[in-house]
C-alpha cells in the first residue's frame, strides 16, 4: 500500500499499525521527505467482498479445531459425540 503526504505530496510510508477491530487499522505515517517531516494517521477498512471466500464452513471449522490445544481437542470431540 502506497502512501502520500497531504501536505508535500511526497512518498511516505507507514511505522506502525494499530488493529481496532477485525475491519478497520490505523496506520501511522511519516513523510520521507526529511524537509517535510508530516507524520498522520490514517485509517483503512473493510468495505465489501468482490468474490466470497473459497473456504467452507468445515474447513474454518478443522482449522479452528486444529489451533486448540490436545486437551480441548478431545473435550469438544466428547460434547460434539454427546450431541447426537
Known amino acids: 500500500m502506497r502512501v502520500y ?7 511516505g510510508r507507514i511505522t ?12 501511522y505515517c511519516q513523510c520521507n521527505d526529511a ?7 490514517m485509517g483503512a477498512g473493510y ?13 474454518l471449522a478443522f482449522q479452528l479445531m ?4 490436545p486437551g480441548a481437542q478431545k473435550d469438544l470431540l466428547r460434547e460434539m459425540e454427546g450431541a447426537r
Not at 503526504?5 to 512518498?11: N, P, V
Not at 506502525?16 to 496506520?27: G, P, W
Not at 524537509?35 to 494517521?41: M, S
Not at 486444529?66 to 490445544?69: F, G, N, Q, S, T
Open 47 to 59: 468495505r465489501h467482498s468482490l468474490s466470497p471466500s473459497a473456504k467452507t464452513t468445515t474447513q
Open 35 to 41: 524537509e517535510c517531516g508530516h507524520t498522520w494517521v
Open 16 to 27: 506502525k499499525t494499530n488493529r481496532l477491530s477485525r475491519d478497520y487499522t490505523e496506520l
Open 5 to 11: 503526504c497531504r501536505e508535500c505530496g511526497s512518498k
Open 66 to 69: 486444529r489451533a486448540l490445544p
